[in-house]
């Protein structure tokens, strides 16, 4: 066909090129937003790992002092004492040394009920009161080991240290030391 104006017509369709396809999207470099939310969990995570790791250090002394109470038998002669030495090498490890290391008797008593959780001092108190007792008879009663040693393992696991800012005695902000530094040292004034 020829048009009106004399030229032959060409096949618009002939004209057209080829679709044009985009280059594959590619997973690098990526985003900033991107690098800003691996760099935020990168930061939590080793936040993390270091506040495990610091966690795991500080309780080591209670984990050593659930070891050695487990070591105490009833048929230890003077067990309500070795009981009462872990307990007092405990809190001196945690605690503040010229604070707790005079501490023996009713006032002992009192301290180690003070560092207790509110719900716990009711239950506990019966049991540590015993093994106050027992530890200042002329023969210790083997009747109540059991009580004892199960109290002086739950003050063991849910005392509670004050924060770092608490200048009132106890301290937390000091690194405890290990049961194995006082091997050697017992408790004055058990």
Not at 65 to 85: C, F, T, V, Y
Not at 101 to 114: P, V
Not at 121 to 138: E, F, G, R, V, W
Request: aromatic letters at 10%; glycine letters at 4%; one cysteine or more.
């Amino acid at each position: 066909m020829q048009s009106a104006q004399g030229m032959p017509q060409t096949d618009p369709l002939a004209q057209l090129k080829d679709i044009h396809v985009p280059d594959n999207v590619d997973v690098w470099p990526l985003d900033w937003g991107w690098w800003c939310l691996i760099a935020l969990f990168l930061a939590g995570a080793i936040s993390l790992i270091f506040y495990l790791v610091k966690k795991h250090k500080f309780n080591k002394p209670r984990r050593d002092a659930l070891k050695l109470l487990g070591s105490i038998s009833s048929a230890d002669e003077n067990w309500p004492m070795q009981i009462n030495n872990v307990l007092k090498r405990t809190a001196v490890t945690y605690f503040k040394p010229q604070e707790v290391a005079g501490l023996y008797g009713n006032s002992w008593h009192e301290f180690l009920l003070k560092t207790l959780p509110d719900r716990r001092k009711t239950t506990m108190s019966d049991s540590l009161s015993i093994l106050h007792s027992q530890q200042y008879a002329p023969k210790s009663d083997n009747k109540y080991f059991d009580e004892c040693s199960k109290a002086a393992n739950a003050w063991v696991k849910h005392f509670k240290v004050t924060s770092p800012s608490n200048s009132k005695g106890m301290q937390a902000s000091r690194k405890p030391s290990s049961f194995n530094q006082q091997e050697g040292q017992e408790a004055t004034h058990a």
